[in-house]
């Protein structure tokens, strides 16, 4: 190494005293990096809580749709077995309006 470039690395890595204030600015900057971080942190907390309400409100309606469905298949299989029971007995009483009347049975002995 030449002379002239490590007494410039010296020069260069010599200690520095730092600007007036300059201790100020940096603990300002992190005091503001710090409440930046915090209204992040605030704002990623309301936007998972929005969502958690908004996932909530699917989902219940979501499973009300399902209970009113299910409701409504219970409701169609109750309604059809009333109506194959309705047919059965309006066959029955069909059938006995229009069967061929029979004679009374002949019981008379002549006594």
């Not at 007494?7 to 204030?21: I, M």
């Not at 409100?57 to 499973?63: D, F, K, V």
């Amino acid at each position: 190494m030449s002379k002239d470039f490590e007494q410039q690395l010296r020069d260069a890595l010599r200690p520095v005293e730092p600007e007036d204030g300059f201790e100020q600015r940096v603990m300002a900057r992190i005091t503001s990096e710090q409440t930046r971080a915090r209204s992040k942190v605030t704002r990623w907390v309301s936007v998972a809580l929005a969502a958690s309400v908004v996932f909530a409100a699917i989902l219940g309606t979501h499973e009300w749709q399902v209970r009113r469905e299910q409701e409504g298949l219970e409701a169609r299989k109750q309604l059809i077995e009333a109506l194959r029971l309705t047919g059965e007995k309006l066959d029955v009483a069909y059938q006995a309006v229009n069967r061929e009347p029979q004679p009374p049975p002949d019981n008379e002995s002549g006594a």
